[in-house]
């Protein structure tokens, strides 16, 4: 008689992966947004090079990201662990823009600073 459990184990493999590449999606379209959807926002003063970057590498996480989501993917456990830690650490960014920047400004209690451009 055989064990379930290798199964059960890639059974919550590919959920986990899914749920991770899910999350980091959303939080790494969320982190652009706060990103460079402000006028203030200091990625607008890096080179227009370094701007340039910075955009299409979050780009190409979260299009790998969805495309994890929507394949189903069935990765290694290693692959697994790094969009774990991908997730965790964009949904902390996202967050922390929310409620360093975006919702103070929302208020009314940030300051305006011209951005160079």
């Known amino acids: 008689m055989t064990s379930p459990i290798p199964e059960v184990a890639e059974s919550v493999k590919m959920w986990l992966n899914f749920?991770?590449?899910?999350v980091l999606f959303v939080s790494l379209?969320?982190?652009m947004v706060f990103l460079?959807?402000?006028?203030?926002?200091?990625?607008?003063r890096l080179p227009s090079y370094g701007n340039w970057l910075l955009r299409?590498?979050?780009?190409?996480?979260?299009?790998g990201a969805l495309l994890n989501a929507a394949t189903f993917s069935n990765p290694s456990w290693?692959?697994?662990l790094l969009?774990?830690?991908l997730c965790?650490?964009?949904?902390?960014?996202?967050?922390f823009h929310y409620y360093r920047f975006?919702?103070?400004?929302?208020q009314g209690k940030g300051k305006l600073r011209k951005s160079r451009k």
């Open 102 to 106: 975006v919702q103070p400004w929302a």
């Open 88 to 95: 965790v650490v964009f949904l902390w960014a996202a967050v």
């Open 29 to 31: 379209g969320a982190f």
């Open 19 to 22: 749920s991770f590449s899910t």
């Open 56 to 63: 299409v590498g979050i780009s190409m996480c979260s299009a």
């Open 83 to 85: 969009n774990g830690g």
């Open 78 to 80: 290693s692959e697994v």
């Open 36 to 44: 460079f959807g402000r006028d203030n926002s200091l990625a607008h």
